[in-house]
């Protein structure tokens, strides 16, 4: 599913922001692109006349503005707070970075699994890919910005790399943002099996000349039922990461952080199944990522790790 944020075009950020109701995700993530908008035209009516675009004009607009009070009502519950002694950077992103701050479009691809796909939200708008697309949107107004979700529940790294060309390098992407490892460890596969299958992911994506982000798995129950297996998944994607100069987002740490740190219990960021983020996990998580890029475009504006395309050219 793709998401286009536009500040003239309020019809688009209505994909990304729609909340009539919705049916059980697992249905909802294969919907028509109509229905996933929430808008449906009434019987007996002729679309595409003036009363059915009034109607959907009306229906966007207050969309809009639900999920607006919607998004900002989720922190007021519960802050979104930095881990302890600051956020971790998730290393520089220089291309994605640049076309930000250049106000050019860009493509954001999200590939994982089923927190990818956005398992254990209420609504599509609260998935961590939407949530992050608002808040770019919101940084940077004038660019355009779509956020691609490939998020596929169940899968991990062999799955992933089946269909890394078509879904993830065929869109051309600015930045990708993997997360990986999670069902590796639930299901008992080789933690180094999946380093070195995502190491042969990391080569892909660089040399078609994309950002790219790992998200290493979510400290929750389920995943912390098996302490070996996720310290070893966690210790090779890092080193995966450091020897490939990619950044990694460090979820599991963060996520200890919300529990232990800030003393929140599981059931106020995990749904009841112990694994998957509930909305303001996801709202979160997406806050700290989306804080990531914005670094890292401020970087960019005062010349520091710039692209050479950038340098040559000068400062912004």
């Known amino acids: 599913m793709s998401f286009h944020l536009s500040l003239s075009r309020l019809a688009t950020l209505a994909v990304v922001?729609?909340?009539?109701?919705?049916?059980?995700?697992?249905?909802?993530?294969?919907?028509?692109?109509?229905?996933?908008?929430?808008?449906?035209?009434?019987?007996?009516?002729?679309a595409g006349s003036s009363a059915d675009k009034k109607t959907l004009t009306s229906k966007t607009i207050d969309k809009v503005k639900e999920?607006?009070?919607?998004?900002?009502?989720?922190?007021?519950?519960?802050?979104?707070?930095?881990?302890?002694?600051?956020?971790?950077?998730?290393?520089s992103l220089p291309h994605v970075a640049a076309k930000l701050a250049a106000g050019a479009p860009?493509?954001?691809?999200?590939?994982?699994?089923?927190?990818?796909?956005?398992?254990?939200?209420?609504?599509?708008?609260?998935?961590?890919?939407?949530?992050?697309?608002?808040?770019?949107?919101?940084?940077?107004?004038?660019?355009?910005?779509t956020v691609l979700n490939r998020g596929?529940?169940?899968?991990?790294?062999?799955?992933?790399?089946?269909?890394?060309?078509?879904?993830?390098?065929?869109?051309?992407?600015?930045?990708?943002?993997?997360?990986?490892?999670?069902?590796?460890?639930?299901?008992n596969l080789d933690p180094g099996d999946t380093a070195t299958i995502v190491e042969d992911g990391i080569g892909k994506i660089q040399a078609a000349g994309a950002d790219l982000v790992l998200v290493d798995p979510q400290y929750s129950p389920a995943v912390n039922a098996k302490p070996e297996s996720t310290s070893k998944m966690i210790k090779l994607l890092n080193k995966v990461a450091e020897l490939r100069h990619v950044g990694i987002f460090p979820r599991f740490e963060v996520m200890r952080e919300w529990h232990e740190g800030q003393a929140m219990a599981f059931?106020?960021?995990?749904?009841?199944?112990?694994?998957?983020?509930?909305?303001?996990?996801?709202?979160?998580?997406?806050?700290?990522?989306?804080?990531n890029i914005i670094k890292s475009v401020g970087q960019i504006k005062l010349g520091v790790n710039a692209p050479p395309s950038v340098l040559a050219n000068g400062p912004m």
Not at 267 to 291: E, K, P, T
């Open 67 to 91: 999920v607006a009070k919607s998004a900002s009502d989720i922190f007021a519950r519960v802050p979104c707070l930095p881990p302890k002694g600051g956020n971790k950077a998730m290393g």
């Open 152 to 187: 596929k529940g169940g899968e991990d790294a062999p799955e992933m790399m089946a269909r890394l060309q078509n879904e993830v390098i065929n869109s051309k992407p600015d930045l990708v943002i993997w997360q990986v490892g999670t069902n590796a460890v639930l299901r």
């Open 106 to 145: 860009v493509v954001i691809v999200a590939f994982g699994s089923s927190s990818t796909e956005g398992y254990g939200s209420t609504a599509p708008e609260f998935t961590y890919p939407n949530r992050l697309a608002a808040q770019l949107h919101r940084a940077y107004p004038g660019a355009g910005i």
């Open 267 to 291: 059931d106020s960021f995990v749904i009841a199944d112990g694994l998957h983020m509930n909305d303001w996990g996801y709202a979160c998580f997406a806050q700290l990522l989306g804080d």
């Open 17 to 46: 922001a729609s909340v009539s109701a919705f049916p059980p995700l697992s249905s909802r993530l294969h919907a028509e692109p109509a229905a996933a908008m929430g808008v449906s035209t009434p019987p007996g009516s002729v």
